[in-house]
């Protein structure tokens, strides 16, 4: 994510992303599922990238939930090798452009080489101006649940309570939330962060979302009035 870039016009701090579709997009050009999601890796880097150009403060990017331990081992295990590929590619450039990297969800139940190397990258990057935060076996009814109970053990529960013991209490309130590969649901992401987020969803599956995508959801944003329960 560069650190100079076009500015902020559209208003927006803070975007989060649902990267949906590798699996579709494999399927549809005939070739393994594994890069479906070696393709979506491609698009991550240029989606932050872009992010630093148009102007944002944070991207939150939904990389693997808790509910995908579910699925095949070999798919978990070849998105763990992307994962240890990307921060060893990545994490001097993050470094370079003054990007913060932060983990929502447990990543420490993570392969051991992996947690390791997650440490480091967020040691290195602790000072960045930006930040890229990667919901990492994440679930948001379960951070809700956590946050209520660190709220209640504090002795008051209010939703300013439960927002100051969210994964995400050190970021931008989240302004707009988009979902590629035409499906129009949040699977359990960022639920309590969205009660006022724009939602902008699209067809494009996410191996094919290209900078121009994320400046089409920005001007969207840019659009609309956000009047947050008023009038």
Known sequence: MQSEGGGAGHGARHAAIIMDGNGRWAKRNRLPRAMGH???????????????????????????????????????????????????????????????????????????????????ALARTANGQRTVAVALNYGSQQEIARAAAKAAQAGEITPESISAHLDTADLPPLDLLIRTSGEVRLSNFLLWQAAYAEMWFTDVLWPDFMPAHLEEALNSFAGRERRFGGR
């Open 38 to 120: 070696y393709r979506g890796v491609e698009a991550v880097r240029r989606t932050v990238r872009a992010a630093g150009a148009l102007g944002l403060e944070c991207l939150t990017l939904y990389a693997f939930s808790s509910e995908n331990w579910k699925r095949p081992e070999e798919e978990i295990s070849d998105l763990m090798g992307l994962m240890r590929k990307f921060i060893a590619s990545d994490l001097p450039e993050f470094i370079a452009n003054g990007v913060r990297l932060k983990i929502i969800g447990d990543y420490t139940v993570l392969e051991p080489d992996i947690v390791a190397m997650l440490d480091d």
